[in-house]
């Protein structure tokens, strides 16, 4: 079962990640911390049809990272803000995993260089 949750996760985080990888939708999303938008004024600073613009919002929906809800006539975005504490997570179990490697060949390092000038003042190991 943990398995099947896992695998669920990882997909999830690829969909997330595969959407952060465009620079656009990176910006979009920039924008959303700051506040709900609807697609019109996002695509306000682009160079890009309202519809291109609505797409990457698509795209970040299916992600997960964006939900839109409906205010009268507008239908503004919202950042999902507690899939970053997904990413965060993903993120943070690798940075471990890298800084304990490093923190033993560090200690390998120290271990060699100790030995090493043992050797040179001519220390028996």
Known sequence: MVDKEAAVVEDRLSRVF?????????????????????????AEPYDVSVQAVSKHVKVLEDAGLVTRSRDAQRRPCHLEAEVFDLMTKWIERYRRAAEERFRRLDALLAETEA???????????
């Open 18 to 42: 595969g959407a952060l990888a465009d620079p656009t939708r990176r910006d979009i999303v920039a924008r959303l911390a700051v506040g709900d938008a609807t697609v019109g004024q996002l």
């Open 115 to 125: 030995s090493a000038e043992k050797t040179d003042r001519g220390e028996a190991s």
